[in-house]
């Protein structure tokens, strides 16, 4: 798309998280009323097993936000082969679909 379809609509979106204010800013959309979607880094989180990571995905997921794959490492994808972005994004694929039920369908690459 060269411009957006319907006028006045617009995404909000966040990278590289959760993040220590991801309950504030869950708690901000919930009183706005606004929709988001996060896109999720897995070593930054998966790694330590934390509950309150999982709580928090959990939370995004039921509060009607949008979870999405921003990759395992956050590496810039233009220097790794086919199977090594597959393995990426596959790690965090499995591990949001072990926490909610759902792959997430969409990903936003690590450096634009």
Not at 45 to 52: A, E, P
């Amino acid at each position: 798309y060269t411009q957006c379809q319907k006028p006045m609509n617009w995404a909000m979106t966040y990278d590289d998280g959760p993040t220590e204010f991801a309950d504030a800013i869950l708690d901000l959309l919930k009183e706005k009323g606004i929709k988001a979607t996060f896109f999720i880094v897995g070593h930054m989180y998966m790694d330590n097993n934390s509950s309150d990571w999982s709580r928090i995905i959990k939370r995004m997921d039921s509060e009607g936000h949008i979870v999405g794959n921003h990759t395992y490492d956050h590496e810039d994808l233009t220097g790794l082969s086919a199977d090594q972005i597959k393995n990426q994004m596959k790690q965090v694929e499995d591990r949001i679909f072990k926490i909610i039920g759902k792959r997430p369908a969409f990903m936003r690459p690590p450096y634009g």
